[in-house]
């Protein structure tokens, strides 16, 4: 069992900055990465940020050089530092962790998802 869970998440004006957290907890060995997904209504999920274990990240195109993701491995925690805000960036932001741990009893990978946080950039 696999739990992870966002915060950080509001309004803000464009231009303004937020800073989501996400936290995996529950019985796993490791964690091999962890990523930042968003859905806007109407819209398909989409990558914004990835995060490696060993630190190496990947960033989409319309968040490059304004979001950092990060991670303290320690506490099994990503965080996602966003900067000059955007409209558009308007969206559900959810956090995923693939994870080696325990599934049905057996050791295998996994993909779970946390819940969501809203984030609301008005003009």
């Known amino acids: 069992q696999v739990q992870v869970v966002e915060s950080g998440g509001g309004l803000v004006q464009a231009g303004g900055s937020l800073r989501l957290s996400c936290a995996a907890s529950g019985r796993f060995f490791s964690i091999n990465a962890m990523g930042w997904y968003r859905q806007a209504p109407g819209k398909q999920r989409e990558l914004v940020a990835t995060?490696?274990?060993?630190?190496?990240?990947n960033y989409a195109d319309s968040v490059k050089d304004r979001f950092t993701i990060s991670r303290d491995n320690a506490k099994n925690t990503v965080y996602l530092q966003m900067n000059s805000l955007k409209p558009e960036d308007t969206a559900v932001y959810y956090c995923?962790?693939?994870?080696?741990?325990?599934?049905?009893?057996?050791?295998?990978?996994?993909?779970?998802w946390g819940q969501g946080t809203q984030v609301t950039v008005s003009s």
């Open positions: 995060i490696t274990s060993g630190g190496r990240t």
């Open positions: 995923n962790a693939d994870v080696l741990g325990v599934k049905s009893g057996s050791v295998s990978m996994g993909h779970y």
